[in-house]
């Protein structure tokens, strides 16, 4: 079975800070999300990376696939409040579809 | 934009009931699935379904548990007598499909939040 693991769970940081959470997983897997939620909403997707060296960014957020280390991060450059959330990192097996979903990175940014 | 939509919203049951919760995914996907949440918790896997059977099932969805595309349009999840740790929030997710869009995510509802007392 697909396991995915995510750390830090809980990080809190100051507003201009940079951090990356880290995503990594148990088996080979075709795909790698990341997905954001705010509380008590749906998940919002962000990335989907595909391929061996895949980076993809998108405002203060970059994520990078690593398939041969399985592992992804979430990079975030110069922290601002409204990306305060939970991410989430979700793996899909090359073998079906069922995608995996880590435990999710709560973050706080403080002003 | 198209989304996939849920009702009820909220959902109140006791235990032992049964409660169908209902989703409308996106008119041109092929994949769909559900996956609950506990409050402030993991997104758990429950199933997924394609070409009207189930494809892939977790641990959890277990025979108190069904599915079904009724119609062209409704995908529902069934649970037959609810317990409470039944209770959770619920989300639907429909995909266009692997091939086809291969860079595609899934895409979620807003949940269903059920209650069971």
């Known amino acids: 079975e697909l396991k995915v693991e995510q750390n830090p769970l809980f990080l809190s940081m100051q507003e201009g800070k940079n951090y990356t959470i880290y995503c990594n997983y148990s088996t080979t897997s075709d795909r790698l999300y990341w997905y954001r939620q705010d509380p008590g909403k749906s998940l919002e997707s962000l990335f989907v990376l595909l391929s061996n060296g895949a980076v993809k960014q998108e405002g203060r957020l970059m994520a990078s696939l690593d398939t041969k280390a399985r592992l992804s991060t979430l990079h975030i450059t110069a922290a601002v409040h409204d990306l305060s959330a939970t991410y989430f990192c979700?793996?899909?097996?090359?073998?079906?579809?069922?995608?995996?979903f880590g435990a999710g990175t709560r973050l706080t940014v403080k002003p | 934009e198209p989304e996939v939509t849920q009702t009820p919203s909220h959902q109140v049951t006791q235990m032992g009931q049964e409660v169908i919760l209902r989703c409308v995914p996106i008119s041109n996907h092929l994949y769909f699935y559900w996956y609950r949440q506990i409050l402030g918790q993991k997104v758990e896997f429950l199933v997924s379904?394609?070409?009207?059977?189930?494809?892939?099932k977790s641990e959890i969805f277990d025979d108190q548990f069904s599915v079904e595309r009724p119609d062209g349009s409704n995908f529902t999840l069934k649970i037959r007598s609810t317990k409470l740790e039944d209770s959770a929030m619920y989300f639907c997710?429909?995909?266009?499909?692997?091939?086809?869009?291969?860079?595609?995510?899934?895409?979620f509802g807003n949940g269903t939040r059920l209650t069971v007392t």
């Open positions: 979700a793996a899909e097996p090359s073998f079906n579809n069922d995608m995996r």
């Open positions: 997710a429909s995909s266009p499909g692997r091939e086809s869009s291969y860079n595609s995510p899934l895409h």
């Open positions: 379904f394609y070409n009207n059977e189930i494809s892939e």
